[in-house]
């Protein structure tokens, strides 16, 4: 049975990232239809979309449908993207720059659909430092946080359970499988299927995560993507 090994970066080669990234690409476009039409936050992007939303929720007068709105018009617009934001400097008094060319735009656009002048000066403030440090800590890629601390989560139930019937690894498996399908959780490569895609295209673990990183898909939705490609090409494994 195919196993992973999880690798530091500095064993990853970013020419091998580079072609995962177009493998998945093309396995995405032949297989998607193949998978449930809704899946919970398939573009990572839409993530930190949601996070913009709860900013704006909390720290303006609109309502959370506005709110929301407004969060996934600018997103729309290509304005909330983590490492644009995340390079707006910071003024002495906190808040973000205004002459910046970005932060002006999304000043206009807030303006027009009523948000008050001190409340897009706390919520720009907020959005960009909440960018600033995904940006440094997770490489801008708010799935690389999430899938620390989901892996946390089942290492620390995988310590306390345990099933006679199956071997370790089987069971690891299970758990990622049911976090990931409860909790929306972007934990990536839990089955044999994706360590066999791995194993075909001569990549790591952490190779396939990188570039699933780049991409923006969410990880556990490609765990199902490449159990359904490499069934159809190779057959079920058990």
């Not at 609109?62 to 407004?70: P, Q």
């Not at 910071?90 to 970005?102: F, K, L, Q, T």
Request: glycine content about 4%.
């Amino acid at each position: 049975m195919a196993r992973m090994k999880k690798v530091s970066m500095k064993n990853t080669e970013p020419e091998r990232v580079a072609v995962l990234e177009d493998r998945i690409r093309e396995v995405y476009a032949e297989y998607r239809q193949l998978l449930p039409t809704d899946y919970k936050w398939e573009d990572e992007s839409a993530r930190w979309t949601e996070l913009v939303y709860c900013i704006f929720a909390e720290l303006t007068e609109h309502s959370y449908r506005d709110a929301r709105r407004l969060a996934n018009s600018l997103a729309d617009l290509n304005l909330l993207k983590v490492n644009d934001l995340a390079g707006i400097p910071i003024m002495d008094d906190g808040m973000v720059n205004p002459d910046n060319s970005r932060v002006r735009t999304i000043i206009d656009i807030l303006k027009a659909n009523g948000v008050a002048e001190e409340d897009i000066k706390k919520s720009l403030s907020a959005i960009c430092k909440v960018a600033q440090a995904i940006q440094e800590n997770y490489d801008g890629k708010i799935q690389k946080f999430l899938r620390t601390y989901g892996q946390e989560i089942v290492d620390e139930f995988d310590s306390h359970v345990s099933f006679s019937e199956v071997s370790k690894g089987t069971q690891s498996r299970i758990l990622v499988k049911w976090i990931q399908n409860t909790l929306c959780m972007p934990l990536a490569f839990s089955n044999v299927y994706t360590a066999r895609f791995c194993e075909r295209e001569g990549a790591n673990y952490q190779e396939l995560a990188e570039a699933a990183d780049n991409i923006g898909i969410n990880g556990a939705m490609l765990d199902d993507l490449l159990e359904v490609y490499i069934v159809d090409t190779e057959g079920k494994k058990v």
